[in-house]
C-alpha cells in the first residue's frame, strides 16, 4: 500500500517565521507534487519534483521554495510566511510512468 | 477563464439516489481524465481514470469524456452515505507532469 505522509496535521506559526513542511513517500516514485487548497479556489500546484535535486515551479511559486535532496522526501519552505499563505497544502507522488497521483493527509497552516 | 470549471455545490441528495457531477475545461490538448474523493480532513484519492472520450464503469461509478464538447461527468448509482464527500475532477495532456483541478463539488447522501 502506498504511503504518503506529512510531517504536521495542523500548524499555527507567526507572520515572518521560516516554515518548513516536509513530505515522504515510500513507494521510490520519481514524481513529487506539492499543492495548496482553498475554498473556491481548489487545488493550485506550487512546485514539483521529477528527481532527486530538479524542481519545476507550479503555478503559485511566489513565496515557496522547496528542497528534494533524498528521493523519498519534498520539502516545502516558506521562507517568510504571510498570513495569505494561510491554507491547506497537499503533498502528492507519482510512480514513474502512470499518472495517479497519491495524496497526502494534508497540512492545515494558520499564519498569525 | 479557468481552465477547469466544476460547479461547488453543495449537493445533497436521499441515500440511493443517483449523481451526476460535472466539470467542463478550456483546453482541447487534455487528454487525461480523473475524478478524486475527498473526505473531510483528508487528502484526494483517485476514483476514476480515463483517457480521451469514451465511458468507463467500476461497481456504482461511471465516468464519462465528451472531448467534442470538452465536458466530463461522474455518475454514482445507488449512492450510499458513505459517498458523502468533495469530488474533484483533474486533467492533463499529453505532455508534463502538470495537472489540472476543478475546485471540487461537495456531496452529502441522507439516509
Request: net charge neutral.
Amino acid at each position: 500500500d502506498v504511503k504518503v505522509t506529512q510531517s504536521s496535521r495542523y500548524l499555527v506559526k507567526r507572520t515572518g517565521e521560516k516554515v518548513f513542511l516536509e513530505c515522504v513517500q515510500d513507494m521510490d516514485h520519481e514524481n513529487m507534487f506539492w499543492y495548496r487548497q482553498d475554498p473556491g479556489l481548489g487545488l493550485r500546484l506550487i512546485y514539483f519534483s521529477y528527481d532527486v535535486k530538479m524542481k519545476e515551479k507550479g503555478d503559485i511559486p511566489e513565496g515557496y521554495s522547496v528542497s528534494r535532496e533524498k528521493k523519498e522526501r519534498f520539502s516545502l519552505i516558506l521562507e517568510s510566511a504571510s498570513t495569505n499563505q494561510t491554507s491547506m497544502y497537499l503533498c502528492a507522488s507519482i510512480p514513474g510512468g502512470t499518472d495517479t497521483q497519491y495524496f497526502g493527509p494534508g497540512t492545515r497552516l494558520t499564519v498569525l | 477563464q479557468k481552465e477547469v470549471e466544476q460547479d461547488p455545490g453543495p449537493l445533497s441528495v436521499p441515500e440511493g439516489a443517483i449523481v451526476s457531477l460535472n466539470c467542463t475545461y478550456s483546453n482541447s490538448a487534455f487528454q487525461y481524465f480523473m475524478w478524486y474523493r475527498q473526505y473531510s480532513r483528508k487528502g484526494p484519492e483517485l476514483l476514476m481514470y480515463t483517457y480521451s472520450s469514451g465511458n468507463k464503469e467500476d461497481g456504482r461509478f461511471t465516468a464519462q469524456v465528451d472531448k467534442s464538447s470538452k465536458y466530463i461527468s461522474l455518475f454514482i448509482r445507488d449512492s450510499q452515505p458513505s459517498d458523502s464527500a468533495t469530488y474533484l475532477c483533474a486533467m492533463k495532456g499529453n505532455t508534463g507532469n502538470q495537472f489540472y483541478f476543478g475546485t471540487g463539488t461537495s456531496l452529502t447522501v441522507i439516509p
